[in-house]
């Protein structure tokens, strides 16, 4: 399914028209992988080092110079130097002066500056063009032509006919330019390569809060509690049951929380009469991260699925069922057919399976390519309709789940309900607030506000506004 | 697995080189969020309204002026008012001479007027350059900054460089320009925002048509009938049974009608001699919606390899397992080992696993990001073999179910067969006439036919054609 | 998910700005329909043909002329002819000359020619600018407009101008084109369309050896043995239970193949003492393979979770566990609950799910537009950390599969011990040479070779590089 690697031969061999000279200042790591591509890639390279003469070091073809003999060479020169290391540049003010200066670095830490690198360089010298590029790529990544992840290289810089040389070199390696504006982007630039999974930090802690503490009140009621009061050795249920128990109950409890805020946010909106007003910023980042929610809460709501599926392997289940038979059949107890037994098992679980197939759509329509191709009105129908019928579903379904002994008190173990009851709360919680919300006259209200309408302002302006304007 | 916000940033922050301005008529919801959307994005911004003194509403920062005043402050006017409210634009065709117009608007209803809203105002205002741009971009998506769903803004216009122009803009708020052609393309993306799955309908619709069909089938044959003759409760079915009956057949179903209008596209082509004739209109619609079909035809087996792998859990099944044994138990039978049996249970699940599996394989290559990777030959490849065997894997399953007992008439309930003989019809038929023409003597006409052969031109004719062109 | 159908329609309608004529040379099947795809996009076509009074082929709208007669109406000539036949251009070199000719044409074959055709075209036409173009589309996508696949256009040629041209008629098609460089390109472009998979050809030969191979080993000792010993016919284990024995052994087997590249290229750098010699090229093409590897792998293991699955559904498995109880009845033994065998079959079930979870993870990750929005930190931080936890999770699902029977010498049959304990040989070796390599002292001194340090050159000189350089 991947072509990656057989597309970049044909762009491996398109050699730029004439063949141009790049020059490189530093022959480290990052340094020779990007020469070694440029030279594969029909460029002449020139090194640029304090040591030209320890040219051992270079891959065959590219010549290594002085700093300033080299720099004479090409238009074009990149650093690949910490830095730390700028300073020397001040000497090569006049050969420098009206050369394009790229600057491939990185720093050890997001913000690890006031200045970004690429604005620090242009600070020093102010009669080059200083231009931001490669840093988002891995010197591995050039040296073995594996561009698994993205090719993507942002390009950013002040002079434009500057940063359009450089995004033609870019191009001409296989890899994608991504024109970023002015330097004043270098910033974000040099923080990208740094980050990991930003918008999955909350989501993940929070699931993982969740789940430690839905295995711990399962462990508490299923193992200690039976080991306390009975003495039964009920350890063995960790590596299934209590799983089988936290898994659903972080999933329904995530989904809950991806809609949430949106609740929140229609109340506020109600409460102040205009949707102007800026959302706290939680409620902002809150609202962001609800797509990693979901997709969490999806990987939950699998697991749940595949932990369930496997639960007439298990030698418990099967121990457990071949002596229910025959102490039916020692005791020659009749077991007759409990019509709302199989009508209460069996939609339970039809449920729980529709719940999941929805959830699994909204999944696939939440993958990059594919939410790409549909309108806005397809993309809020999926997720906004199709995302609350998953909520429906799934808690009607630990609903039934519950069936007869819900709320009854025979269950509660050192006062504690059953886990799937905890899990109902914030699900049921939204699911009413919402109904409440899609009610005729508060909806018409809320839409009022959302197309614009304010409450707190007079009336004739709006209407005047309202008739004319989009 | 999204960078989407985080992307957003850096282009945020980039400014336009020279701090340029643009105009907006129009204070409504859109025109106010396109406005600070433009702002944050370093454009400075100056309103044009009706009733320039109430600035209260506006987001700090940008101007609030009478019309006239607006459109002499900036080159690029957009238009953030109703279709209905173009009119007083003729007060302002001195000032808007030489300008761009931005038409942003969109209609209610699919083809509510004749002519689009932008080749109406160029119409109108034939001294600017009216370029269309912005409309499949939500108001809430601007203001949120969650641009979840596509980025992409179709541009389309008659005067090139007012074109250019905007789509810098777009490209400026983090936007993707598509450049669609010139104004007579404006009616299309007028439209693009209205629909909602437009290629889904049709296998929508079918899907929904067959599933009800086969519910009802399945209800009268399983739960009425029993009930009549045997006054016995089994409603209980409702919940899985039944939808484990539809699901699948519901599935194969789609699954050949997929494949049968290929097999009648061949026919038509053998029948006529020529590939050049059209095919008739709803065969065309037909061909187009196959990857939809497909696609809804793997949900339905999706939900029955789910309704499937739960029936050892359900209640009923419990029961009557263990009725069985306490049976076998009372009566001291014996139960020998049937390797018949066992073949046919096996060899039942088995080709169903292999089938589903291909399946799956077919969708994941559906997706976009997957399928702009491999050659046509590849994706023939797939789509057309792969696919072939899905359909004779899921065939053969649906055969050996049937096992014994197929057409044997102690299944007829009231005249009605078994509902899975009815879910082979269509993809035996497929099959059949697919094996008749992948027979060498039909299958080698048809590839001449396929290859611009014809045979109602005379021969030496075609025999020309047919050495040197390709 | 799909709106390729709908976003093609405004394109199609896009009209170039003045209605330019495009020639074509050749009217076979590949001519007509790109003729009557430009015809639709609002060009105006003109054919050449060797017979031109034969136009009633052609789709109304489009001229046939001689040769020459249609070169001299447009300055872009597509050759829409074999290779074999280029010669005759050579009687039109004077009409040609300075115009552009589009060289579409294919082979039968990779590497067929030691030349490309657009090269030697060039080399036929001097005067004339040769681009490579249009070749990966077929002609029957044309025609239909159903492009589900890549709409990528390669286009390739020394004349940047005249490929700019054809460039803006790709996009006037509604199609995506791709620069790729200098004619050099035209070889590996010519080629593509050609190709099946090409990167998929070792992963799928080693996968269908193993499966070949464990399938044979698992019937001698399941199937074979009993036969000849008990005489007992065991066939119908074949449908299922070897497979699912098969399956597992192959998918794990793949999946340490996948990391054991690594381990062997950390090896050979620890051993070199540098990173810069270059690796085997057996080595270096594993490498590249390793998401195939990895990705049929996951087909393998998504087999056996579903073969699996169905375990309690089987015929042989109900009669079996009937069986049980029933002798239970009858001998009256009591059957003691055994803590440690719950324990063994869930925490073996408990893995397996875990570790399946995970590499579904990784799978969905390796998808081409999920893997473009990762960081490269995140890339590797997903498939080397996140890969190796799948590799231990499965890894050690398979020991504690075995459990208590782990090489005890009954269940050796023919010698041959069982089959899992062969799959854990790679997985396991994998795993030991990982520990042993992140080792802190042996880790650390891969990480400096990896940082460009190398043990063989004098040490002052690195470190100088070391300091400054990236």
Redesign the interface.
């Given at each position: 399914?991947?072509?990656?690697?057989?597309d970049a031969?044909?762009?491996t061999?398109?050699?730029?028209?004439k063949q141009e000279t790049i020059c490189i200042f530093?022959?480290?790591?990052?340094?020779?992988s990007l020469g070694l591509k440029m030279l594969q890639s029909g460029y002449s390279v020139v090194f640029g080092s304090?040591?030209p003469r320890?040219s051992?070091?270079m891959?065959s073809g590219a010549e290594v110079l002085s700093y300033s003999e080299a720099a004479q060479r090409s238009d074009i020169i990149i650093l690949?130097?910490?830095r730390?290391?700028y300073d020397f540049l001040r000497e090569l003010t006049e050969v420098l002066n009206g050369k394009i200066l790229v600057d491939?670095?990185?720093n050890v830490k997001i913000n690890q500056y006031p200045e970004s690198n690429a604005e620090y360089l242009a600070r020093l010298m102010p009669g080059a063009h200083v231009v931001k590029a490669f840093n988002?790529?891995?010197a591995?990544?050039l040296q073995?032509?594996?561009l698994?992840?993205?090719?993507?290289v942002?390009v950013?810089g002040?002079d434009?006919r500057a940063k359009q040389r450089v995004m033609d070199v870019v191009?001409?390696l296989g890899l994608t330019p991504l024109?970023?504006?002015?330097l004043?982007?270098a910033k974000?630039?040099e923080n990208?390569?740094?980050?990991?999974?930003?918008?999955w930090r909350f989501p993940f802690y929070l699931s993982a809060a969740l789940c430690i503490f839905f295995f711990f009140y399962c462990v508490i009621r299923e193992v200690i509690y039976p080991y306390v009061y009975e003495k039964e050795?009920h350890?063995?249920r960790l590596?299934?049951?209590i799983?089988n128990r936290m898994c659903p109950i972080t999933a329904l409890t995530l989904l809950a929380l991806v809609y949430l805020p949106g609740v929140i946010a229609a109340i506020l909106q109600l409460y102040h009469g205009t949707?102007?007003r800026r959302f706290p910023s939680w409620l902002?980042h809150w609202?962001?991260c609800r797509?990693?929610l979901g997709?969490i809460a999806l990987?939950f709501a699998?697991?749940h699925?595949?932990?369930?599926?496997?639960?007439?392997?298990?030698?418990?289940v099967?121990?457990r069922?071949?002596?229910?038979?025959?102490i039916?059949?020692?005791t020659k107890k009749e077991?007759p057919?409990?019509?709302s037994?199989?009508?209460?098992?069996?939609?339970y679980?039809?449920l729980g399976?529709?719940g999941?197939?929805l959830f699994?759509?909204l999944g696939?329509?939440?993958?990059?390519?594919?939410?790409?191709?549909?309108?806005?009105?397809?993309?809020?129908?999926v997720?906004s309709k199709l995302g609350y019928l998953t909520l429906i579903l799934c808690t009607a379904h630990t609903l039934v789940y519950g069936g007869k002994r819900f709320l009854s008190p025979s269950v509660l173990r050192w006062c504690l309900p059953s886990a799937y009851i905890l899990a109902l709360i914030i699900p049921c919680t939204v699911l009413v607030v919402k109904f409440i919300l899609i009610l005729p006259c508060i909806d018409k209200t809320l839409m009022r506000i959302?197309?614009?309408w304010e409450r707190n302002?007079d009336f004739s302006?709006s209407a005047?506004?309202?008739?004319?304007?989009?």
């Open positions: 399914m991947d072509k990656m690697c057989t031969l044909p762009l061999m398109s050699s730029p028209e530093g022959t480290g790591d990052f340094g020779r304090r040591n320890m051992s070091l891959t690949a130097i910490h730390e290391h491939v670095s990185n988002t790529i891995s591995w990544a073995s032509g594996a698994d992840a993205s090719r993507q942002f950013c002040n434009s191009r001409n024109d970023q504006g002015s004043l982007a974000e630039i990208y390569p740094l980050q990991l999974f930003p918008m050795d350890t063995f590596a299934i049951s799983l949707k102007y902002d609202m962001l797509k990693q997709l990987g699998f697991l699925v595949l932990y369930t599926l496997v639960i007439p392997m298990r030698y418990y099967r121990w069922s071949r002596n229910i038979t025959v039916q059949v020692m077991n057919f409990s019509t037994s199989a009508w209460l098992s069996d939609s679980i039809s399976i529709l999941f197939f699994v759509l696939i329509t939440s993958l990059p390519s594919v939410s790409n191709m549909v309108t806005w009105r397809e993309f809020r129908f997720q959302r197309q614009g302002t302006k005047v506004n309202g008739k004319s304007d989009i």
